[in-house]
């Protein structure tokens, strides 16, 4: 049975900061894509990064190119999202997800697994 966890959401202020886990079971982050979503109120999900099985490649939503890093722990079967200089518009419910598929998937049908979402949300 696959499960991913996420967990470091919280309330935060403009220009603040988080670090998101997702915590994996079931498969091995080292043979994935993996990637972060987010979904606004009354917005479709959307793509926010994702990292290839080797963690050698990564890809990101261009609003976030320069804040926001992805990155992996193939040890801990862990996957993070470290997001700087927070803006309102990033306030979301943010979900990770697994992916059979290259590491440009950016569709939510391109991806297999989903975790239940952690809030973020940026007070300005």
């Known amino acids: 049975q696959v499960q991913l966890v996420e967990s470091g959401g919280g309330l935060v202020q403009d220009g603040g900061s988080l670090r998101l886990s997702c915590a994996v079971s079931?498969?091995?982050?080292?043979?994935?894509?993996m990637g972060w979503f987010r979904q606004a109120p009354g917005k479709e999900r959307e793509f926010v990064a994702s990292?290839?099985?080797?963690?050698?490649?990564?890809y990101y939503l261009d609003s976030v190119k320069g804040r926001f890093t992805i990155s992996k722990d193939n040890a801990k079967n862990t996957v993070y999202l470290q997001m700087n200089s927070l803006k309102s518009e990033d306030t979301a419910v943010y979900y990770c997800?697994?992916?059979?598929?290259?590491?440009?998937?950016?569709?939510?049908?391109?991806?297999?697994?989903w975790g239940q979402g952690t809030q973020v949300t940026v007070s300005s």
């Open positions: 997800a697994s992916s059979n598929g290259q590491v440009w998937a950016r569709g939510v049908d391109e991806y297999d697994h």
């Open positions: 079931g498969l091995r982050i080292s043979q994935y894509t």
């Open positions: 990292i290839s099985w080797t963690g050698g490649s990564t």
